[in-house]
Every structure is written in structure tokens, then in C-alpha cells.
């Protein structure tokens, strides 16, 4: 697996929590890196992207509460998330942007209940 995303668990309404996502060696750490995700009977939806040079964008539902980060130095990117809604519950996955089929990993789930 190329890329794997971690971090997962179940949070209550209004809590934190962080994700991350590393990157195998063989994965150009310039690439833009995206966070995704995928509610139970929905389709897998683009979360936010960070850039090579660290410029983020932001889906509507999550801007001014998710954060996405990375390091270069060991291929990990991060996605910060803040002000939990129960409808941010859905797996949660990494991808390069724009996503390859072959990098898509298992995902880490994230359950918000109230």
C-alpha cells in the first residue's frame, strides 16, 4: 500500500482529532496529497488538498475546522479536525491529487456521536 491513513476512532460532538497518512518512499513527497472521505451509502467525497509548496484548499462542509498538513522530511500528511459533527462520521482516506486508483488504502474510520 502506497498510502495508508491512521488515526481513526469514535469522538463526541464537538471533540478533536488528528489523522495521518504516510506515504511510501516510492511516493513523490512534491505531489499534491488530498484527504477524502466516504459516509456509509454515499460515494467517496474530496475533503481538502495540500500542495508540494504547503497550499491548502478546503471543501465548504469542513473549511475553518479541518486543517491539512504535512511533513515533507518523513512523506506524512495530516488532516486536523476540530468542532466534530456527527455527519463528519464516514472512513477516511488519502490519495494523491488527483487521486490514482492503486494508492487508495484501507481508510481510517471516524465515528462523532453525540
Known amino acids: 500500500v502506497q498510502l495508508q491513513a491512521s488515526g481513526g476512532g469514535s469522538v463526541q460532538v464537538g471533540g478533536s482529532l488528528r489523522l495521518s497518512c504516510t506515504a511510501a518512499?516510492?511516493?513523490?513527497?512534491?505531489?499534491?496529497m488530498a484527504w477524502f472521505r466516504q459516509a456509509a451509502g454515499s460515494s467517496r467525497r474530496l475533503v481538502g488538498t495540500?500542495?508540494?509548496?504547503?497550499?491548502?484548499e478546503y471543501q465548504d462542509p469542513v473549511k475553518g475546522r479541518f486543517t491539512i498538513s504535512r511533513d515533507k522530511g518523513n512523506n506524512t500528511m495530516y488532516l486536523d479536525m476540530r468542532t466534530l459533527k456527527p455527519e463528519d462520521t464516514a472512513v477516511y482516506y488519502c490519495?494523491?491529487?488527483?487521486?490514482?486508483?492503486?494508492?487508495w488504502g484501507q481508510g481510517t474510520l471516524v465515528t462523532v456521536s453525540s
Open positions: 490519495n494523491t491529487y488527483p487521486p490514482l486508483p492503486s494508492r
Open positions: 518512499p516510492t511516493v513523490n513527497r512534491l505531489l499534491t
Open positions: 495540500i500542495t508540494g509548496n504547503g497550499r491548502t
